[in-house]
């Protein structure tokens, strides 16, 4: 399976983002697909997970209320809308799946070590 991420740039305090994640080589509908960041100098955290049978997952407080998950399954595509948009929020995204569409009830390590795929990160940085 492949991910392949975009829709990162260069935004200001306040704008907005909206994230793509590409999917192919597996079954849309039977994977965890989530996202995550990694922030300069820091570890990297899982942001939101969504499956087909589960649903959406949130697991960065300081995004609940800003950011939105979505799919679209005719395009193979995973969403993240970004908005409000603070400096905090500056880090490389990535997506990744996860062949067990459970595996969004999950989080930290559990969640990252449980992903089978990863694709190449989407830079965001927000300029204050």
């Known amino acids: 399976g492949e991910l392949q991420a975009s829709g990162g740039g260069l935004v200001q305090t306040g704008g907005s983002l909206r994230l793509s994640c590409v999917v192919s080589?597996?079954?849309?509908?039977?994977?965890?697909i989530g996202w995550f960041r990694q922030a300069p100098g820091k570890e990297r955290e899982g942001v939101s997970c969504i499956s087909s049978a589960y649903g959406q997952f949130n697991y960065v407080d300081s995004v609940k209320g800003r950011f939105t998950i979505s799919s679209d399954k005719a395009q193979r595509t995973v969403y993240l809308q970004m908005n409000n948009l603070k400096p905090e929020d500056t880090a490389v995204y990535y997506c990744?799946?996860?062949?067990?569409?459970?595996?969004?009830?999950?989080?930290?390590?559990?969640?990252?070590?449980?992903?089978?795929?990863w694709g190449k990160g989407t830079l965001v940085t927000v300029s204050s």
């Open positions: 080589g597996f079954t849309f509908d039977d994977y965890s």
């Open positions: 990744a799946a996860s062949s067990w569409d459970r595996m969004c009830m999950y989080r930290d390590d559990v969640l990252d070590k449980g992903m089978n795929y």
